[in-house]
């Protein structure tokens, strides 16, 4: 039990400026989870960290503090060396859909724990609940029998993992307190070191559609993502790469679905694919299978066994026919030029509007509904051709959609030149 502290001192002390000591940390975190802190102090006290920050031993020992209000999974039984990728999240982000099934085909296992979607980007399970059947709610021993048979598990975290973080990241979601790099990092990877994994890669969104919307904010989450991962003794690294543009040709649950399965039988678009094969290779690095080639495993289809098998085991049926929405709308290019912009978050935004995401956690997402884009920056197109098209159950919901998608994506003239911004923009670790 942490020596008793009061939640004024500790409020106080980071309003004014100061360095929490240990105890101070250990006792606020735990004393939170127990609900002895109050909401409205937990609430000033997230609002004075994002005003004054945390120096690395304050943001290592609140990790540490959220780590221990709940249970630490233990995934030494598994006989193939261990890898996560945790994304800060990004609008089209589909990539551990053909990730994980493409690194257990490699020989190494991956255990990933992941969330639903709140506000403009998706979340991975309610992408995965969109097959028939699928279901995201593991015990601990589903979670490591399957692992260790099939490679690869992705399903919810468990209420025991990391409880802290699960209040916590409730109050700053509606206290405008979400942006704060010391809680960012500190979520993140209490629960990444909770689930055992021996190594980790972390894709560190940046630009319009990511929490971080400028480089410098993106390195420093990085970095101090990395050294708490490297502190705690997974070996850590992450990837900075762009959410400027939205990943792909799709955001939306099954719609993401289908386009992860199409990378998975050797097509899809070629961003997806290059930061698919990015990851999977910095995965199997940190495990220790730097050797294997991901892109001549995702050729021969071993990835695709391997998905049909992780999604099997979960009770989908990998080969139904996925939902469809009912309706759509297309949007027409109303000029002849040269894409050169297309907003990650106002097509996060309107596919979150069109149903495929959700304004409350609890609230039910639609399987069907979301945003295709028919062009990426750089392509030309013609006036009149379809642009986008908006899917939903709902057509009220066309509306604000497009209301979302005003001034999204630019034109310009015909044989404007175009650069490329790179998909990905630095390493660290
Ligand atoms: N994802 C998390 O799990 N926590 C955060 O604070 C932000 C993104």
């Given amino acids: 039990m942490p020596e008793p502290h009061d939640a004024i001192e500790v409020i106080v002390a980071k309003r004014d400026g100061a360095v929490l000591s240990d105890s101070q940390i250990d006792w606020v975190v735990d004393a939170y989870t127990r609900g002895v802190v109050r909401d409205e102090q937990m609430s000033a006290l997230a609002m004075a960290i994002l005003l004054n920050g945390m120096d690395r031993r304050e943001i290592a020992r609140w990790t540490a503090a959220m780590i221990a209000s709940g249970e630490r999974m233990d995934l030494s039984s598994i006989s193939r060396p261990t890898a996560d990728k945790h994304s800060t999240g990004g609008v089209g982000d589909k990539i551990t859909l053909p990730l994980a099934p493409l690194v257990a085909a490699c020989g190494v296992a991956v255990p990933q724990l992941s969330g639903r979607g709140l506000g403009h980007t998706g979340g991975t399970l309610d992408k995965l609940e969109s097959i028939p059947g699928w279901r995201a709610d593991l015990t601990n021993a589903e979670f490591e029998a399957q692992l260790e048979s099939v490679g690869a598990v992705i399903c919810a975290a468990g209420a025991g993992l990391a409880p802290a973080d699960k209040k916590l990241y409730a109050l700053r979601d509606v206290t405008g307190t979400v942006e704060a790099i010391p809680l960012i990092a500190s979520s993140i990877m209490s629960k990444k070191i909770a689930e055992g994994s021996g190594s980790l890669v972390l894709d560190v969104k940046v630009g319009s559609g990511a929490f971080m919307k400028d480089l410098d904010r993106a390195t420093e989450l990085a970095s101090t993502m990395v050294a708490l991962g490297v502190d705690a003794g997974m070996h850590t690294v992450a990837l900075l790469t762009d959410m400027a543009t939205p990943l792909g040709l799709t955001a939306g649950n099954a719609l993401e679905v289908r386009e992860s399965v199409e990378v998975l039988a050797g097509g899809g678009p070629a961003d997806v694919v290059e930061l698919t094969l990015a990851l999977a290779a910095e995965m199997l690095a940190g495990a220790g299978r730097g050797d294997i080639d991901p892109a001549a495993v995702l050729a021969s289809g071993a990835a695709m066994d391997s998905w049909n098998a992780m999604i099997a085991a979960q009770g989908g049926d990998p080969h139904a026919p996925l939902p469809v929405a009912r309706e759509t709308h297309v949007v027409a290019a109303p000029s002849t ?48 051709q379809p642009l986008l098209t908006l899917h939903t159950d709902e057509s009220e919901r066309f509306e604000r959609a497009l209301a979302a998608l005003d001034g999204g994506f630019d034109i310009s003239a015909p044989g404007t030149s175009y650069a490329a911004t790179p998909l990905i923009l630095g390493r660290i670790g």
Avoid: F
């Avoid at 956690?361 to 028919?374: F, I, N, S």
């Fill in 337 to 384: 030029g040269v894409l050169t912009r297309l907003d990650a978050m106002a097509v996060g935004l309107a596919a979150w509007r069109l149903g495929a995401g959700r304004a409350a956690l609890g609230d039910p997402v639609q399987g069907g509904a979301g945003v295709v884009w028919h062009a990426r920056p750089g392509d030309e197109v013609a006036e009149g």
